[in-house]
C-alpha cells in the first residue's frame, strides 16, 4: 500500500512571523514515521512582516511566505495556488503567528479575519471530498474562519480570547491540555494546542505525534 | 536531580545557509523527552550568504547568523562568544551547511578550514573538562579540525571526499549508515551522519535520538 500523502500548509519559517518551527518540523517527523508522504506547500505572497525572534521588534526586511517555508521544507514545497484536494488524502496547518498574519488576518481580525483565498478554496474542497484536516496552535482559529457556522469542534487549548473568537464564527471550542488532541469525527477535524500553550518541545511533540496519527486513521 | 545544560551551537536557519532546520529541532526535541535543559546558542556574525533554498541560488541579502537562529530556539539564544564550559554538562552541534560556512569554512577549504574562534575554543575547553560532544551531518568535520591530530573517532555517513578531509586532519572516519552512530568513548565524542545521507526525516531523527541519548550518558 502506498503512504497517504498528506498536503502541510507552510505560513513562512518562524514562530513570529512565520510557521512555528518546531511545530512543522515535528509534523513532517511524524508522518514520515506513519509511513505518510508529506507534500510540503506555501503562499507565494510576502510576509505580513519580519521579526527579530530575539527581541519581538520588526526588522524592517521583505521576505516572501513560500521562499522563507522552503527552509523548513529543504527546498521540495509548491506553491499552495496549484495544490488540489484530489491530490491529497489529508491536510495539516502547522502553527505560528505566520498562519494568523500570513494565511489570515486572525491576528489582528480575530472573528472577522479574512483568509488567503488559495488556502480556503482548498480547505473547503477537502472538507466537502470528506478528507481529514488537521490543524495546530493557532491554525485552529483559521481553520474555524473557513469552516464558520458549521459547528466543528476545535480547540486552542484555554485562551479564553481566541475560544471566544471560534464561538464567534459558529463553531466549538473545547479545551484542552497540550500533550491531547481533539478529534471532531464527523467533520474529520483533529486540533491540538501545541504552543498556544506555555509548553517544551516534548510536551509539544506528544500532541502532534497523537493529531498525525488521528489524521491518517481518518483517511482509511 | 537537575536535567543536563547541553549547549546547541546553531548557525542560522535553514540547510543550505544555515542551520538544518530538521536536525536543530529534533535535536531539541529528544534533549527535552530525556529530561535535559538545552541552552541554545550562535555566533553574532554576518551569515556568509543567504540561498533561496528552492532554487539554491544566492539571493543576496544579508542576514546575521545570531538573529536567523533564534528563530529556531524561539528567541531563548544567546551568543556563543559568552558561552563558557563551565556552565554545560555537554555540547551539541548540528549540522548543515551554516556548520560549514558560518562556524568554519570547512565548505570552502577542507581539511585547511578555519573555524570561528570561540567555537573552537568552547570545544577545546569542554574537551579538556572530559565532557562528551556530540556532532550531526557535515559538523563532525568542524569538530575535526578543532581536534585535529588527537586521533579521534569520528562519522559523517559515506562521503569519500569528507571522510578523507577527516583523516588529513589527523582524525578517524568511520563509514555508518544515517540511523546509526559513532561513539569514541575516550575522547567522548557522538557524531551521527544525518542528512549527509541520503535519507527521510524519521531516518535522520532515529540517529539524532541516539545520539542525544548517548552524549547525555557519557555525561555521567
Known amino acids: ?37 508529506a507534500v510540503c506547500m506555501a503562499p507565494d505572497k510576502p510576509q505580513h512582516h519580519v521579526i527579530d525572534h530575539r527581541t519581538g521588534d520588526e526588522t524592517g526586511e521583505t521576505r516572501n511566505v513560500l521562499v522563507e ?83 466543528v469542534t476545535l480547540t486552542i487549548g484555554d ?3 481566541t475560544a471566544g473568537a471560534i464561538r464567534t464564527m459558529g463553531n466549538v471550542h473545547q479545551e484542552s491540555h497540550v500533550d491531547e488532541i481533539v478529534v471532531d469525527s464527523a467533520n474529520k477535524v483533529v486540533t491540538t494546542a501545541a504552543y498556544m500553550c506555555q509548553a517544551s518541545i516534548g510536551a509539544v511533540g506528544e500532541g502532534i505525534e497523537k493529531l498525525v496519527r488521528e489524521v491518517i486513521r481518518l483517511t482509511q
Chains 1, 2 share one sequence.
Open 1 to 37: 500500500m502506498a503512504g497517504k500523502r498528506i498536503g502541510v500548509v507552510l505560513s513562512g519559517c518562524g514562530v513570529y512571523d512565520g510557521a512555528e518551527i518546531h511545530e512543522a518540523t515535528l509534523t513532517l517527523f511524524f508522518l514520515d514515521r506513519a509511513g505518510a508522504e
Open 69 to 151: 517555508a522552503s527552509r523548513i521544507a529543504r527546498g521540495k514545497i509548491s506553491d499552495l495556488a496549484s495544490a488540489r484536494a484530489d491530490d491529497l488524502d489529508a491536510l495539516i496547518i502547522p502553527g505560528g503567528f505566520g498562519a494568523a498574519k500570513n494565511l489570515s488576518t486572525v491576528a489582528f481580525d480575530g472573528p472577522d479575519a479574512t483568509v488567503d483565498e488559495d488556502l480556503a478554496a482548498l480547505v473547503r474542497a477537502m472538507h466537502d471530498q470528506g478528507k481529514p484536516i488537521g490543524a495546530l496552535c493557532i491554525a485552529p482559529a483559521v481553520l474555524s474562519k473557513i469552516l464558520s457556522e458549521k459547528g
Open 159 to 161: 485562551d479564553e480570547g
